[in-house]
T-cell receptor, first 114, second 116 residues
Framework: AQSVAQPEDQVNVAEGNPLTVKCTYS??????LFWYVQYPNRGLQFLLK??????LVKGSYGFEAEFNKSQTSFHLKKPSALVSDSALYFC????????????FGSGTQLTVLP | GAVVSQHPSWVICKSGTSVKIECRSL??????MFWYRQFPKQSLMLMAT?????????EQGVEKDKFLINHASLTLSTLTVTSAHPEDSSFYIC????????????FGEGSRLTVL
């Protein structure tokens, strides 16, 4: 079985400061890892993914994430947070070659304070 | 990225009625579609997986007679909530993937169902 843990329900950061949203995963075989963002009453917007290749993945809106196989982590980062980054962030995983549905973490509410 | 359209965005209905939500892939052929349910401030829970032309596979605990899923074409899947009750009120999100496994799912904008 595959699973995702987002240990923080809420992350607060001041505008302009770096932000990190944590994610760890468990999956059989090689993982496909994703980050999505959700604004109120909206669907999920894709930020970035790791399938293979470089461990540091760059995505939309200045976000990046680093795949760490030994720590089974895929933390989302941004060097300088914006108030408009405030939203609900989901990490998701599936195993390579496995069924295509994603398993989502519980979500982390990011609030960027002006 | 590929576009998935969901309709309606909002729907309010009376208890006992049925509601249909459509999920369309606009610029690709969706061989597989997934239906998720999301409660306020919670994660997405997979309800069912549908492959074009075959019966949907439901997750444990999801009533197949309550949540009817049809995937009759490569661009359209529908979720019908039958005899809706207030506890069915939720945010329903569909996602789709094409024939080639790129690893990525494409999500609709979601449908907010409120049952009075």
């Amino acid at each position: 079985a595959q699973s995702v843990a987002q240990p923080e329900d809420q992350v607060n950061v001041a505008e302009g400061n770096p932000l990190t949203v944590k994610c760890t995963y468990s999956v059989s075989g090689n993982p496909y890892l994703f980050w999505y963002v959700q604004y109120p009453n909206r669907g999920l917007q894709f930020l970035l993914k790791y399938i293979t290749g470089d461990n540091l993945v760059k995505g939309s809106y200045g976000f990046e994430a680093e795949f760490n196989k030994s720590q089974t982590s895929f933390h989302l980062k941004k060097p300088s947070a914006l108030v408009s980054d405030s939203a609900l962030y989901f990490c998701a995983v599936r195993g390579a070659g496995s069924a295509r549905q994603l398993t989502f973490g519980s979500g982390t509410q990011l609030t960027v304070l002006p | 990225g590929a576009v998935v359209s969901q309709h309606p965005s909002w729907v309010i209905c009376k208890s006992g009625t049925s509601v249909k939500i459509e999920c369309r892939s606009l610029d690709f052929q969706a061989t597989t579609m997934f239906w998720y349910r999301q409660f306020p401030k919670q994660s997405l829970m997979l309800m069912a997986t549908s492959n074009e032309g075959s019966k949907a596979t439901y997750e444990q605990g999801v009533e197949k007679d309550k949540f009817l899923i049809n995937h009759a074409s490569l661009t359209l899947s529908t979720l019908t909530v039958t005899s809706a009750h207030p506890e069915d009120s939720s945010f329903y999100i569909c996602s789709a993937t094409g024939q080639q496994d790129t690893g990525e799912l494409f999500f609709g904008e979601g449908s907010r169902l409120t049952v009075l």
